[in-house]
């Protein structure tokens, strides 16, 4: 749910902008962690999906920084730059209004901090703290590397689905054409013997039969079926609800807990590098995990604020595994928090590929074997009469 928000930044400026959170508390919530003080929040209306927002690929856009920062250009000369090269309208308008900003004298930080819909609050966040700290090139390599260790671990997950989604998908193709254009055929021949048939031909081709009769209406309901399921899978309560459900599964829901773990501990490293304090990351970190996850690592956070330490408390919270706990009470002795749970994210992330390949290896001959079995019985149960008939002339 997006508001329409205006705020006061720590250089006591006025920010007009919109922000995506569940309900009203987390807007301000979110609002509060990057320091901005609400003098208004109101709903703001519903977005038509189809409407084009602005899309500033961050990678890119940091990579480019970085180098023209290690060219020794100045931010401002930086960002001129990047802005005389885009060619896109809907890109280059949010960098001409980031530029105007920091012509006005604002930072970086409360700059993007006006465009919540193309800077998400961790990048912001991000360059706030490294403003404190005057380490910007630096906290955007980290972001670089933080971005695309998370784009690898998801396009991991996302490639070892694909080939069993297509195995899945040519068997249901082929069994509709077995069903609706070849079966029927088949029934025409078997027209005379009636009742002779076997119980199991009679039930396919009365199938097939019907299927045939009613193509358009099968097919109707087949293409409102599938875009019942994309605009389901795009809301956020379904999805959320799926993901409890499998989540319920003993290996898929342990794997999606660490997937989840991975990307938490990633965020709060990358966070606590970029010079944050170490309560502002894990709150700011929470957003990251589902309902349930969500509210163990709520708690464990407010056990850290009460004085315990995170090693502790994530452990205590199961939000963490003995390897991981290990590493995290090193890190604390050592005072090296964010590399150590980076460290862990790494770990998390190799824990994943290693189960993506073995799944991957076994889903696809379970697949073929499945489908190959389901065509079997079809095709069986169209020529075993032709069997019967072949074995009373002998």
Avoid at 169 to 176: E, H, K, Q
Avoid at 330 to 345: C, K, L, Y
Wanted: one cysteine or more.
């Amino acid at each position: 749910m997006e508001f329409r928000v205006k705020a006061l930044d720590r250089e006591q400026a006025v920010l007009a902008s919109t922000v995506d959170a569940v309900d009203e508390s987390d807007a301000r919530r979110q609002l509060g962690l990057l320091g901005l003080r609400v003098i208004s929040l109101t709903p703001a209306g519903r977005t038509r999906p189809w409407a084009k927002t602005a899309k500033v690929p961050l990678v890119i856009f940091s990579q480019e920084l970085v180098a023209l920062l290690e060219a020794g250009l100045s931010l401002v000369e930086s960002i001129e730059a990047l802005t005389e090269k885009e060619h896109c309208p809907a890109v280059r308008r949010p960098l001409e209004q980031i530029l105007s900003r920091l012509y006005e004298g604002q930072t970086l930080g409360a700059a993007l901090a006006e465009h919540p819909n193309i800077f998400p609050h961790l990048y912001v966040a991000t360059v706030r703290a490294s403003e404190r700290t005057g380490s910007l090139r630096e906290a955007l390599t980290r972001f670089i590397a933080y971005q695309q260790q998370i784009d690898s671990l998801r396009k991991t997950l996302i490639n070892a689905s694909i080939y069993p989604a297509v195995l899945l998908g040519a068997g249901i193709l082929v069994t509709l054409f077995l069903m609706v254009y070849v079966v029927p055929r088949f029934s025409s021949i078997y027209e005379d013997l009636g009742s002779d048939l076997p119980f199991g031909s009679r039930v396919l081709l009365q199938w097939g039969r019907l299927l045939q009769a009613h193509t358009l209406a099968v097919l109707v309901i087949a293409v409102g079926s599938g875009a019942a399921l994309v605009y389901s899978l795009s809301r956020r309560t379904t999805r959320a609800a799926m993901g409890a459900a499998i989540a319920k599964l003993p290996a898929i829901g342990r794997q999606m807990r660490l997937y989840q773990l991975a990307r938490l501990y990633r965020t709060v490293g990358m966070l606590l590098r970029s010079g944050m304090p170490a309560l502002t990351a894990m709150n700011m970190s929470a957003g990251l995990l589902s309902d349930s996850l969500r509210a163990a690592f709520t708690e464990a956070t407010r056990a850290v604020k009460e004085g315990q330490s995170i090693a502790n408390a994530m452990e205590r919270y199961e939000l963490t595994t003995p390897v991981a706990a290990r590493m995290l009470r090193v890190g604390e002795r050592s005072g090296n928090m964010g590399e150590m749970t980076e460290r862990i994210a790494a770990f998390y992330d190799e824990e994943l590929a290693r189960w993506a390949a073995i799944v991957t290896r076994l889903i696809e001959p379970l697949f073929m074997t499945a489908i190959g079995l389901l065509i079997g019985v079809i095709v069986v149960l169209m020529y075993f009469p032709i069997f019967q008939l072949a074995g009373s002339v002998q």
